[in-house]
């Protein structure tokens, strides 16, 4: 099993020393990655389920407060939870995740994408909230397309993006593909998981017998699609007090990284919590 850590911009703030020192603090505890959250604008009455966010949280953009925390650690993997990939242009995205692996030397490693839920959001940005999953699946497609395309470039002719002969460099560090793993509580998020994701992070408000579906239906598109459902990773959330007979059942439901979150916002407070989650765990020891 793999653990990951969430630092919750909106919660624990933009203090830049701050999240220095968590990201530094997570890699001396041997938390294998790091996460950041994802919104580009909200609005008064913006609504997810039955929770009103205030427009006031502050969600620094995710990618920019990743290449910082690669600044000021050496090991620690870089994860998104999770992107909004419809409100991003692929070619651009391309350019940025690559730059972020190439200065960390391999570890933009863990993007999730997820379609995003705030239909004012999609207005904002001149994106048709009805049809941002199958603009995510072409981005998917054009970041792939790109990172693998040479110097006589690559050409795209899709429902939302189209180019010519295009080349886009430098690529990730060592000339590999990065990572796609996909986001989302929906069968449709679980299908896009089988046809085009090497990961599957579904939401946290799932019943136990919609989890097992929702896996067991990304397994079986995997297959439909000719590609191994055995190549795919699944992480999900996890409370930073779990003991380890819940990481146990975790890991007989076929997950293979959990990704927690500090509960405390003093920070002193926090870092106690990280420290005791390492030391039930023995990462450090990983």
Known sequence: MKFGISYST???????????????????CGFESIYLPDHIALYPGAT??????????PFPDPLDCLSFVAAVTERILLGTGVLLLPYRHPVVLAKRLATIDLLSKGRMRLLTVGLGTLSGEAEALGVDFATRGRRADEAID????????GAD????????????????YPKPHGGDQLPIHIG??????????GRRGDGYFPGGMLM???RAEHLELARSTAVAAGRDPAALEYTRWGSIDMPRDRVEGFAAQGVTRIVVGATATDRVEQFEEM?????RFELAAR
């Open 142 to 149: 054009v970041l792939r397309l790109l990172w693998a395309g």
């Open 153 to 168: 470039g690559v050409s795209y002719h899709g429902e939302f993006f189209s180019f010519d002969n295009l080349c886009v």
């Open 208 to 210: 136990p017998a919609e």
């Open 48 to 57: 997810v389920g039955t929770f009103e966010m205030p427009p006031t949280l």
């Open 184 to 193: 989302g509580s929906s069968r449709a998020a679980a299908r896009r998981v």
């Open 275 to 279: 420290a005791a989650f390492a030391a």
């Open 10 to 28: 909106p919660y624990y703030g933009t203090d830049p020393d701050r999240l220095m020192a968590f990201a530094q603090h997570a890699e001396a």
